[in-house]
């Protein structure tokens, strides 16, 4: 093999490698940037329990699970998008974490994840099923969103029927919470 073909092959997997590594650093600065830039959960927490405008914005609608009650007929299951018209809006007082012992039960409401990007709120008493339950995860524009949720106001063995009366019993208190907290 020639001199010159050597070094004219040196050259290319020379030019090669540096462009190999010039994307990759910027891959690997761009898989960092999101962290860095990353809203805080708790500032987020804060602003989303405290205006109704700022929370309708941050909940990925319709959520991933949506309503499921039991028919008429005692058997069959029937689903309905958990929508923003659905949705009851949710203040601090909802979200705070406690223990409280009400005449001799315990409710207790905490997150139970809590993961750099993932967090779970919970909230029900002890030995039975969560009444509310709130998933927000990070996305990829660094923002948090709630992405899942289940209420009280729509469980599994409301009616069908009832559903009208529960989705205007909801956005009767969402007016009142956008009252207080536009």
Same mark, same amino acid.
């Given at each position: 093999m020639s001199t010159k073909r050597v070094v004219s092959i040196a050259l290319v997997a020379l030019l090669l490698s540096g462009i190999s590594l010039q994307v990759c650093g910027h891959r690997a600065e761009k898989r960092e940037e999101p962290s860095q830039t990353a809203e805080d959960?708790?500032?987020?927490?804060?602003?989303?329990?405290?205006?109704?405008? =700022?929370?309708?914005?941050?909940?990925? =609608? /319709? %959520?991933?699970? /949506?309503?499921? %009650?039991?028919?008429?007929?005692?058997?069959t299951e029937k689903q309905f998008p958990f929508t923003r018209e659905k949705w009851p809006l949710l203040d601090e007082e909802t979200l705070k974490e406690e223990r409280l012992v009400e005449e001799g039960m315990v409710y207790v409401s905490r997150f139970t994840v809590d993961e750099p990007k993932r967090k779970v709120f919970e909230g029900g008493y002890e030995e039975s099923e969560p009444d509310l339950r709130v998933e927000f995860e990070l996305l990829s524009d660094g923002k948090w969103y709630v992405v899942d949720a289940y209420s009280n106001w729509y469980p599994y063995d409301l009616p069908i029927g009832e559903l009208p009366a529960a989705i205007r019993s909801v956005q009767d208190e969402n007016e009142a919470f956008t009252e207080l907290h536009p």
């Open positions: 959960f708790r500032a987020f927490l804060k602003k989303f329990t405290a205006s109704a405008a =700022f929370q309708y914005t941050r909940v990925k =609608f /319709p %959520l991933r699970t /949506p309503i499921s %009650l039991l028919a008429d007929d005692g058997e």
